[in-house]
Every structure is written in C-alpha cells, then in structure tokens.
C-alpha cells in the first residue's frame, strides 16, 4: 500500500498563474478530502467527495478554487488565478469508513 | 457548526516528565473524536479514535480519554521522539456516509532531552 499520493511536494508559482494540485487515494477507499494547512488557521476542509460525487464544498475559498474527482483513483484542486493568500501547504486524505490517511502534501508558494 | 478547541499552544518538557493535552469540542452528535500526530513537513498520523464517552485507548506512552466535551491525550514518560505537532478532531454522525472531521490548531509538543 502506498498510501495517499500527492504530487508535486513543493510548488512556486507567480501570482496570477494556475496551479494544479494532483491526488491519488487509498485504493477501495470511497471518500477523498482536501484540507488546507495554514500557522494562522491550521487544518480547514476545503471540500470532500463521497464516491467521487463533491459532497460539501462549503470550505472552498472563492470561484478561484475548484475540485474534481473524475475517477475513483485521483483527484485535482485547481487554482485559477493564484495569489499570494493561497500560499499554504494542501492535504488530500482518503478514507473508507472511519480511518483517515493523509498525503503528505503540496506547499504552495504564490509570489 | 463543529467547533474543536486545543490548548496549550506549545509544552515544553523535559524528557520523562508526564503531562497531558487538552481537547475541547462541541459538535452535534458525535460520531468519533480523533487524535493525530504531525511532524514537520509530513501529512497527519492516525493515533486513536474515541467513540463514546468513558472510552481509554493507550498506544506506547500515549493515552487517550473521552468525555462528552473534552478530550485528553495523556504523554507519560516522554522521550525526545515524542516531539510533534498533536492534533485532535471531531467528526458528526451526520450522514450515512463518511463525514468531514473538524480539527483543532493543535499542540506543539517539544520534548527535551
């Protein structure tokens, strides 16, 4: 098993540019979640998939933001125009009942 | 809204002496409270979950305990890697399906030789 598989571990991209954050989950696990990490806010749910339908997207910060899950094996968090606020480490976990695993992230610098 | 609140901030402790972290939470309807240890630069690491108040679950040094607002995660004996970020969260027994958790900003924890 290799786990929740993020890629890429470290990104850098000027403001203004789109960023694609790539996720591949637990085989068998069912639900995806994408978590945001910041010093200020800490862990904040972006937006999960159940069966790769988008259950709740109420933590997606603005129509910058948009997730897609088009097959049970990976996921994408798109960022269209970046900014400087958007810099943060992101988290995608998977999980198939109770036990969460998580990726080990993407840090994303926006300057 | 689901509402999950740590403290301290950061401990520091010299190696072998016992302390315990605090987690307070409010959520309608709980379906499990989890504990997780985060060390720099990597992803969460599944610890425990709760379900019910009353419940203990040990691993090594760490002990957790529920009740129905709070959560203790009890280090006994600590050594240098004990070092890390504990982080606690909640998730409601909302749908049939899985739930989101809801974390708290954790503890630093810095364990001194």
């Known amino acids: 098993d290799a786990g929740v598989i993020q890629s890429p571990r470290h990104e850098v991209t000027e403001m203004g540019q789109e960023v694609t954050l790539r996720c591949k989950p637990i085989s068998g696990h069912n639900s995806l979640f994408w978590y945001r990490q910041t010093m200020m806010r800490g862990l904040e749910l972006l937006i999960y998939?159940?069966?790769?339908?988008?259950?709740?997207d109420s933590g997606m910060p603005e129509d910058r933001f948009s997730a897609k899950m088009p097959n049970a094996s990976f996921s994408t968090l798109k960022i269209q125009p970046s900014e400087p606020r958007d810099s943060a480490v992101y988290f995608c976990a998977s999980s198939r009942m109770y036990g969460y695993t998580f990726g080990s992230g993407t840090r994303l610098t926006v300057v | 809204e689901d509402q999950v609140t740590q403290s301290p901030e950061a401990l520091r402790l010299q190696e072998g002496e016992s302390s315990s972290l605090n987690c307070s939470y409010t959520?309608?309807?709980?379906?499990?409270l989890f504990w997780y240890r985060q060390d720099p630069g990597k992803g969460p690491e599944f610890l425990f979950t709760?379900?019910?108040a009353g419940e203990e679950k040990e691993k090594e040094r760490l002990k957790a305990t529920l009740t129905k607002k709070e959560s203790f995660l009890h280090i006994t004996a600590p050594k240098p890697e004990d070092s890390a970020t504990y982080l606690c969260?909640?998730?409601?027994?909302?749908?049939?399906?899985?739930?989101?958790?809801?974390f708290g900003t954790g503890t630093r924890l810095t364990i001194i030789p």
């Open positions: 959520v309608s309807g709980l379906r499990g």
């Open positions: 969260a909640v998730q409601a027994r909302r749908n049939f399906g899985n739930e989101k958790l809801t």
């Open positions: 709760l379900y019910s």
């Open positions: 998939f159940n069966n790769n339908v988008p259950i709740d």
